[in-house]
């Protein structure tokens, strides 16, 4: 990210970000046209709705109740619930319920915003245009529309990159406590624990952080097993449509889930192949970007990365992409840098799997009968646009990520010297 004065791109980002969701939610039947089918302006507890339906459940918890296996009178959606008890504990403890939905989504809202337009500071017009379709884009602009809790990790798990390149040893402390605070919530902010491989003071470090890491995930899977061996055939798919998923692409072509989770993995495993090659066998590079926006990027990446691959996401998990913006930005702008046209495919991706959904939906409204009409084959076409676009996007995403780790890992596992350049005495 760039620490310079407020430019004249940093301030049109900011108001018209500001103006368009001031836009949407003073007029809320615009919110069809930014997200489909997925906004209803009379759906319980609207706006906020996941907020809503959290707190209620966290309500429930407070009166006693068995949400597991009890029906909960509290909550707006009905059902039992369906994601793990610690987030409900911790809301029940706080005395909150479903009165807080109107603030909370609020708060976090303005949060995310704020965080966002802390983070990506474009410096060209055509930065401004890519930071404008991404920061404003309808799965980023459905995340504040229904205040999941994600929005919560993600007003948290922002810190963890400053905290990370902080001088001080309690602050570097405390970037490992709050990944480990947020990993029960939802289990994927687990591979925030990637970032402590990007740049370790030293070899010993880099193990023990990494082995008190796994230690406390082995205690907490002991911990939640029976947990999640109740809700694990209630937690949510998605449908094939407004998701990404490593197995939506296969899908399209009309293969059975099994099959379709089968060809995901091997999909997965050789990106892996490749990001580990890329990691022990290409040449090191000489560090030239700035450190905070390599973490900030690898959070983003190995957290889309891990959610991508271990289930079907709505899509509003996409705004997981923001934090990769301001190293993707700086690597495109050094057009001699290996990664320039590496971080250009990962833009155009990206885009592809933002947009294309959603530019049908808007352009197959019916506002006088206020629905849909849906062409089978043109949608299958957005879609297979979209899927596929979103398997590249993660490929790059981990090329990008192995550059980043490489040295770090390399020290780690072959005990390769860090260069001095990147020497973590001398990020300053």
Not at 23 to 52: E, K, Q, T
Not at 86 to 108: E, N
Not at 255 to 268: I, R
Not at 333 to 354: M, V
């Amino acid at each position: 990210m760039q620490t310079g004065s407020l430019n004249y791109k940093h301030l049109a980002l900011c108001t018209l970000t500001v103006l368009t969701i001031f836009g949407l939610f003073s007029n809320p039947s615009w919110w069809r046209l930014v997200i489909g089918p997925l906004h209803s302006d009379h759906a319980p507890g609207y706006p906020f709705a996941d907020m809503n339906g959290r707190l209620g459940a966290a309500e429930g918890v407070g009166h006693g109740i068995d949400v597991n296996n009890e029906f909960n009178p509290y909550s707006n959606f009905g059902g039992l619930n369906n994601k793990p008890l610690y987030t409900l504990h911790v809301m029940a403890m706080l005395g909150l319920d479903r009165s807080d939905t109107k603030w909370m989504g609020i708060f976090f809202g303005a949060l995310f915003t704020a965080w966002n337009l802390w983070l990506v500071r474009p410096q060209r017009w055509i930065e401004l245009l890519i930071c404008l379709l991404i920061v404003l884009s309808p799965p980023c602009l459905l995340l504040i529309e229904r205040a999941n809790d994600d929005i919560i990790i993600y007003a948290f798990i922002c810190v963890v990159p400053l905290c990370i390149h902080a001088r001080s040893a309690l602050l570097r402390a405390l970037s490992w406590v709050i990944i480990s605070l947020l990993t029960p919530m939802k289990y994927y902010p687990a591979a925030a624990y990637a970032l402590f491989l990007q740049r370790p003071r030293t070899r010993q470090q880099a193990l023990t952080t990494l082995a008190v890491s796994a230690g406390f995930l082995a205690l907490l899977l002991f911990i939640i097993w029976p947990e999640l061996q109740v809700i694990r055939s209630r937690i949510p798919t998605p449908p094939e449509n407004c998701a990404v998923g490593a197995s939506l692409l296969f899908q399209s072509f009309e293969l059975t889930a099994d099959h379709a989770k089968t060809y995901g993995k091997v999909m997965f495993l050789l990106g892996v192949m490749g990001a580990i090659t890329l990691i022990f066998k290409s040449t090191p590079r000489t560090w030239t970007s700035n450190p905070r926006n390599e973490s900030y990027f690898l959070l983003g990446s190995s957290l889309m990365t891990f959610c991508y691959v271990l289930n079907t996401n709505w899509d509003y998990r996409l705004a997981l992409l923001i934090p990769t913006l301001p190293h993707a930005l700086e690597l495109l702008r050094n057009t001699s840098s290996k990664e320039y046209l590496l971080a250009a495919f990962y833009l155009l991706t990206a885009l592809l799997t933002l947009w294309p959904e959603y530019l049908y939906f808007a352009n197959a409204i019916d506002f006088e009968q206020r629905r849909w009409v849906l062409e089978k084959g043109g949608y299958e076409t957005y879609m297979l646009i979209k899927h596929s676009a979103s398997w590249l996007l993660i490929f790059s995403s981990m090329a990008l990520s192995a550059r980043i780790l490489q040295h770090g890992t390399r020290l780690v596992v072959l005990n390769t010297p860090m260069p001095k350049a990147v020497n973590a005495d001398s990020l300053g």
